[in-house]
């Protein structure tokens, strides 16, 4: 199994309604990608200097599972939804 961990800090403007927005559309994704065993996302709730605003947690088959859902035409769209609204991301893929 892979773990794909993805945790992301947002721009200040419209933050809480771009945090709905980002876990709604990944909540989708495992609907319309196969290779995707089970995802979830999570909302931050404390505000120290170093949290990050939401974390994304994914598991797959796979390491190609992961390459399949990364180029996914699906998820490249939340790519280029989340890029114009995040201002950090930090990734961690491992396998258990």
Do not use: W
């Not at 200040?12 to 980002?22: C, M, S």
């Not at 088959?61 to 950090?88: C, G, P, Q, R």
């Amino acid at each position: 199994m892979i773990v794909h961990i993805v945790m992301f800090k947002l721009k200040e403007e419209d933050k809480q309604a771009n945090l709905v927005k980002i876990r709604a559309v990944l909540e989708q994704l495992p609907k319309k990608i196969e290779e995707l065993v089970s995802m979830e996302v999570g909302l931050n709730f404390d505000e120290s200097e170093r949290a990050f605003d939401l974390s994304l947690y994914s598991t797959f088959k796979t390491k190609e599972d992961l390459a399949t859902y990364a180029s996914h035409k699906e998820h490249l769209k939340v790519v280029d939804f989340i890029k114009t609204v995040v201002t950090e991301s930090k990734v961690v893929d491992y396998r258990l």
